[in-house]
């Protein structure tokens, strides 16, 4: 069956960068979108960012745009997050999704994503 595993969380300080990776088993999405989303505490899980097919086409959240990057590797079936001049209110879990249905008017919501990542934590401190 189809696992995402995302790595590359930790703790860092305002104002640093922290990088994540998504690899996707028993499945490719090469026709389809992979995207990162996060969830705060007490707060709904929010899209961040999306890359579609071959990363010919990205979209971001306002709230990262300008500072994060989002990309894939299909030969490694690899999603991939950037994340540059970090904020305190970027702590949160971050997950990968992918899917091969999605549509462009329902990107940045959660329910268009078959396939989703156990998460990762990311921790920015001030």
């Known amino acids: 069956q189809v696992q995402l595993v995302e790595s590359g969380g930790g703790l860092v300080q305002a104002g640093g960068s922290l990088g994540l990776s998504c690899a996707a088993s028993g499945g490719t999405f090469r026709n389809g979108a992979m995207a990162w989303f996060r969830q705060a505490p007490g707060k709904e899980r929010e899209f961040v960012a999306v890359?579609?097919?071959?990363?010919?086409?990205?979209f971001y959240a306002d709230s990262v745009k300008g500072r994060s990057t989002i990309s894939r590797d299909n030969a490694k079936n690899t999603l991939y997050l950037q994340m540059n001049t970090l904020k305190p209110e970027d702590t949160a879990v971050y997950y990968c999704?992918?899917?091969?249905?999605?549509?462009?008017?329902?990107?940045?919501?959660?329910?268009?994503?078959?396939?989703w990542g156990q998460g990762t934590q990311v921790t920015v401190s001030s």
């Open positions: 890359v579609w097919r071959n990363g010919g086409h990205t």
């Open positions: 999704a992918a899917s091969n249905t999605v549509i462009y008017s329902s990107m940045r919501l959660p329910t268009s994503y078959a396939y």
